[in-house]
């Protein structure tokens, strides 16, 4: 696979982190149809993400937590170990950082927002 062309930043921002070499390591091992099957996860999560927006389920309503449990199992499964509290950060990147507001909302107009609440409900429900 061609490197990301956000490599340099990603490597620049967290490349101290646990997290990200935890990433590089996973991911270092993937084949081609690997990236398949995780574009293809991350695609029907988002879809069944966006569907759950566009009829009003809100995204304290416990289906919408279950999803957003569901992005941060994907996570832990295909690139790092992501707690709750740290799944609450990325959530807020999603919408704090307009490349990834970019590519949440070109599925469906308010996702990025949307995942975002739903993750700080999930991480909220988990710390009780």
């Not at 993937?30 to 293809?40: F, V």
């Not at 999560?45 to 919408?64: H, I, K, Q």
């Not at 569901?70 to 499964?77: D, G, K, Y």
Request: proline residues 4%; charged residues 30%; contains cysteine.
């Amino acid at each position: 696979m061609t490197e990301n062309p956000y490599a340099d930043e990603a490597r620049e921002r967290w490349g101290n982190t646990a997290a990200y070499r935890q990433s590089q390591e996973r991911t270092a091992r993937y084949t081609a149809g690997d990236w398949a099957e995780i574009k293809a996860a991350g695609d029907d999560l988002n879809e069944r993400l966006a569907a759950a927006l566009r009829a009003g389920v809100a995204a304290g309503d416990p289906a919408a937590m279950d999803l957003a449990e569901e992005h941060r199992q994907q996570l832990n499964r295909y690139f790092y170990d992501c707690d709750p509290e740290f799944h609450r950060g990325l959530g807020d990147m999603y919408v704090d950082d307009p490349r990834f507001t970019a590519t949440y909302d070109a599925v469906t107009p308010g996702l990025a927002a949307y995942l975002r609440d739903a993750i700080h409900a999930n991480a909220a429900r988990a710390s009780v």
